[in-house]
């Protein structure tokens, strides 16, 4: 929980002052639990010929790619007004505006700007321009149900648009006006993209809260972003298990309003029914989406809007325990989202695309809602997940919608690969073009069981990084005939990338090396701010090192120049390719009556890439037992979601300290990942240890 009220936010400890401070002594310093292979060059796999016999791909060879890059390096201004000039603006950006910017805290405040001054309307250029180019009877959205049974929908663009419409002037009528943000809280059903559409098309925001986040933390953002309209759900089935959104929505909407937030209206969409799922309704506050949406006219003006004003905020993990709403805009979110999709996925007129990812992240964003649909693309919406009912789901869906790329990430390809190859084998994936992943590393064994059992040896694997504050891919390896892919690596910047590495110093590593991972530049998709908070951001990103944009991963730079992430430089845990950080489980830990102090570490998981490791200390009273560790762990989840479910509780008489009371994780670390096998010896410097006996405790208590 990170609302206002609630004191001990982001403190390890009920006792002590807080762990803004206990924090210090690490953050921003460790280097990552990095579980990559070594790399042998003998490992890299060209581009496979077959992927571009008989396919117009974009980029013909790696020259093409190196003169485009140098390109976008040389003039970033002239490079992305060209391709921003190929979108609709109802009034063209000046030239000399198109790229605008201060990346200097010692020069100033943080500013980015993007084609200011331009009017544009990222829903018109999305949906609009589709249908006015012919493409109206085109689907959109090959929406895939949760179950086998479920009913499939094919929803052609011109659908989408009057969809969109209709929900645009249902937003009208709750009273949203341009600026005002509002929530989003529902499944992956088609009409979550349509929701994020109309909010665009009328100027508004849109937040969208993962479908799976408790009502403590969809509460947090609803009061933080102070939405008066939340869009929601009954219910809806995820693999066996029920989500009942609207019950989940009115606790939040109750806990906001104890804050002194109130929610006004609520826009529920019925997916399961009374049957399936009942619904407490509160006449003029909650609206059936059939009864306020089906009968608004289908013609909604789109609102221009400065290239500049706010597109969306989405929420994620710090290093402390509140989570952050990283702003995007308008024109350079658009201009970048629908580049990198059509370059990194190869995207051509008649191709189905497929990713995995749920709108509530920024995956979902870029390459579900806007890349494709500003591409004219078909795609396939999934609402289920990888394993259900079996673990050939996923091919199944390639194989039924004779689908080119698939987007997921590697611990989803991990879970498939353990399940075994017979999945796979049964399955006709010969439409198959391209691999893509993203969330986390990948790891090299995970990588050759994708290119070789799933792909045949025929795709490319595009290793997407990025993060929900650069807005779209990064670094990758574009699908380019004759390039080197490198299991496990990033690879290459994409067009007006500039990737710097840097020591602890601060220094750029020139060729070889590693370090932390900065961007020199601004790219169209920077993120401009957080929420209500411009000086937060600065702090976060922009502060430590000066001149640059901080990622708070760690990297590695080989001699061909190609980029290896090693993993969060910072107290945040990238678990099943989503970011947690440590200080929010922890803050929910401490809520507990029985705890007295928690500290989180991640360790390595063999699917979830990482897990969470939870170090305890009880109140006096309380006695140590399984049947405690289970409702810790159920308080977690209920605190934060089910995607903060801790893997371990270590119940610890102490957590080693400095004598100035700072816990030092980078032990707890090492403990966590190699138990009583420690070294230790190799625990680092100790010397600033309160009591050293601490230590050993903890490793004789250990799990393993
Ligand atoms: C990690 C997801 C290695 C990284 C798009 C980053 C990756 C964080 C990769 C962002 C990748 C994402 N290789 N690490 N291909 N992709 N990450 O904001 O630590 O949910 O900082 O955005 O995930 O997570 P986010």
Redesign the pocket.
């Known amino acids: 929980s990170f609302l206002g009220n609630r004191v001990n936010v982001g403190c390890a400890g009920k006792m002590q002052k807080g762990n803004e401070d206990s924090r210090d002594e690490d953050v921003l310093y460790h280097l990552p639990y990095a579980n990559l292979e070594r790399h042998h060059d003998s490992d890299n796999v060209v581009v496979p010929e077959v992927f571009h016999e008989g396919r117009a791909t974009h980029l013909k060879s790696l020259d093409e790619y190196k003169k485009l890059y140098e390109e976008s390096i040389a003039d970033p201004a002239g490079f992305w007004s060209n391709i921003a000039r190929s979108f609709y603006w109802k009034e063209d950006f000046p030239s000399a505006t198109a790229c605008t910017y201060n990346f200097d805290l010692n020069v100033g405040p943080i500013a980015i700007n993007w084609f200011k001054g331009g009017k544009t309307n990222i829903c018109y250029n999305a949906v609009d321009r589709q249908v006015e180019n012919g493409l109206g009877s085109k689907v959109a959205f090959h929406y895939e149900g949760n179950d086998l049974e479920d009913e499939h929908r094919d929803i052609t663009y011109e659908e989408v648009k009057d969809e969109v419409c209709r929900v645009a002037n249902s937003l009208k009528e709750m009273g949203v006006k341009k600026g005002d943000c509002v929530c989003l809280y529902m499944p992956m059903v088609p009409e979550l993209p349509i929701a994020m559409l109309a909010c665009a098309r009328i100027g508004a925001v849109h937040s969208v809260v993962f479908g799976g986040f408790s009502a403590e933390a969809l509460a947090g953002r609803i009061f933080d972003a102070k939405n008066n309209v939340v869009i929601t759900c009954d219910g809806v089935m995820r693999g066996k298990k029920l989500i009942e959104l609207k019950k989940v929505a009115d606790e939040a909407a109750k806990l906001s309003q104890a804050r002194g937030h109130n929610v006004g209206h609520k826009l529920v969409l019925q997916r399961l029914g009374p049957e399936k799922c009942k619904v407490d309704f509160v006449e003029g506050v909650d609206h059936w989406w059939n009864e306020m949406v089906k009968p608004q006219s289908t013609v909604c003006e789109p609102e221009w809007v400065d290239a500049e004003d706010p597109l969306f905020i989405l929420y994620?993990s710090g290093s402390t325990g509140q989570p952050k709403g990283i702003l995007h805009t308008t024109g350079g979110y658009m201009v970048y989202s629908a580049t990198t999709f059509k370059y990194a996925f190869d995207y051509q007129p008649e191709d189905v695309f497929f990713c995995t990812a749920d709108c509530g992240?920024?995956?979902g964003h870029s390459y579900v809602t806007y890349g494709p649909l500003l591409n004219g693309a078909s795609q396939v919406v999934f609402e289920g997940v990888p394993n259900c009912p079996r673990p050939d789901r996923l091919w199944r869906i390639v194989e039924k919608y004779r689908v080119q790329q698939v987007y997921t990430a590697p611990t989803a390809i991990r879970a498939l690969m353990v399940a075994g190859d017979k999945y796979v084998k049964g399955t006709d994936r010969s439409s198959l073009k391209i691999l893509g992943?993203?969330?986390?590393?990948?790891n090299p064994e995970a990588w050759n069981w994708y290119f070789k059992v799933v792909g045949d040896e025929r795709c490319p694997v595009v290793?997407?990084?990025?993060?929900?504050?650069t807005g779209g891919h990064m670094i990758?390896p574009l699908p380019i005939p004759g390039l080197h892919m490198k299991p496990g690596a990033?690879s290459l910047p994409f067009f007006g990338v500039v990737p710097v590495i840097l020591d602890e110093d601060g220094n750029e590593v020139d060729g070889e090396g590693q370090g932390f991972l900065m961007v020199k530049k601004p790219w169209p998709s920077t993120l401009r701010s957080i929420s209500g908070d411009h000086e937060r951001m600065q702090d976060i990103y922009f502060s430590r090192f000066k001149g640059y944009y901080m990622?708070?991963?760690g990297c590695r730079r080989d001699k061909d120049g190609y980029y290896w992430?090693t993993?969060?430089v910072d107290d945040?845990l990238?678990v099943s390719?989503?970011?947690i950080g440590t200080a929010e489980v922890e803050s929910a830990l401490v809520l507990h009556p029985a705890v007295g102090e928690a500290a989180v570490v991640g360790i390595g998981h063999d699917i979830k890439g990482e897990g969470i490791y939870a170090y305890v200390t009880l109140m006096n009273k309380f006695q140590p037992d399984d049947d405690l560790k289970k409702e810790l762990i159920q308080y977690v989840r209920k605190e934060i979601g089910p995607i903060a479910t801790p893997d371990v509780i270590h119940f610890a008489a102490a957590v080693p300290k400095t004598r100035s009371g700072k816990i030092m994780r980078r032990i707890l670390r090492k403990i966590a990942n190699e138990g009583s096998k420690v070294d230790k010896d190799g625990l680092g410097d100790v010397s600033t240890l309160a009591d050293p006996s601490v230590v050993e405790a903890l490793i004789e208590t250990h799990a393993n």
């Open positions: 994620t992240w920024i995956t992943t993203v969330g986390e590393p990948i290793d997407t990084w990025w993060q929900t504050e990758l990033a990622s708070g991963d992430l993993g969060r945040v990238n390719g989503h970011r």
